[in-house]
């Protein structure tokens, strides 16, 4: 079974900062899924980033960025300018590629990011 | 843009009654999913649907069950309430296929306490 760790349960950064949440897995497989989700406070998640784990290249959205270490097994991801709406939740998660019961999410226990002004 | 909704921001309900959580999304997406959120432990999948009547059981299906007749709608049935299943509770939908495949989408979540 795939577990993700999320070892920061807390973190705060002062606004225009930036900061790294760190996220582990472990999985055998050698194809998969890695996400992060926001979650801001009493609001809908939603997604942050993607990575398909046979892309060598390291996803990028606007501020958001993510270091993939697939030896490592390690998800970090990084927010640049931070700004006080990035305030939230934040949980990485996994997915073994689609297909019958694969479609299932593992997720982290969430880190609680703070930005402060 | 994806919309997923459920039936209730905020349910209070008694312990042994039974409660119906309900689930509908817009996009003709072919899988939806339960999870329960609590605390410290992050997401945990209760149970999702790939089709329409089929389902599957997730990590933590004990005292639940999942009725999905529609393929836009999905529901989460307590069959007799415990102050144990107080928690929020997070509906989500996806699609195998497509440019955005496999990301789910959630609802704004159902928090339920039992008393």
Same mark, same amino acid.
């Given at each position: 079974a795939q577990t993700v760790t999320q070892s920061q349960p807390e973190m705060s950064v002062q606004e225009a900062e930036t900061v790294t949440l760190s996220c582990t897995y472990d999985t055998s497989e050698n194809n998969y899924y890695l996400f992060w989700y926001k979650q801001p406070p009493s609001r809908q998640m939603i997604l942050v980033i993607r990575q398909e784990a046979y892309k060598q290249q390291n996803a990028t959205e606007n501020r958001f960025s993510v270091n993939f270490q697939k030896a490592a097994k390690s998800f970090s991801l990084k927010i640049s $300018?931070?700004?006080?709406? $990035?305030t939230a939740m934040y949980f990485c998660a996994f997915m073994k590629p689609s297909g019958g019961s694969n479609y299932k999410l593992t997720f982290g226990k969430g880190t609680l990011l703070t930005v402060n002004p | 843009d994806v919309k997923v909704t459920q039936s209730s921001r905020y349910l209070v309900k008694r312990t042994g009654e039974k409660v119906f959580l309900e689930c509908v999304q &817009?996009? &003709?997406?072919e899988n939806m999913f339960w999870y329960r959120q609590d605390p410290g432990l992050g997401l945990r999948l209760i149970y999702f649907s790939y089709d329409v009547k089929m389902k599957e059981k997730g990590d933590i299906p004990e005292g639940y069950s999942v009725s999905r007749e529609k393929k836009e709608r999905f529901s989460l049935i307590l069959e007799s309430a415990s102050t144990n299943q107080t928690s929020m509770y997070l509906c989500a939908s996806s699609t195998?296929? #497509? #440019?955005?495949? &496999?990301?789910q989408y959630f609802g704004p979540g159902t928090r339920l306490t039992v008393l």
């Open positions: $300018d931070s700004q006080l709406g $990035d | &817009d996009m &003709d997406h195998p296929t #497509g #440019g955005r495949a &496999d990301t």
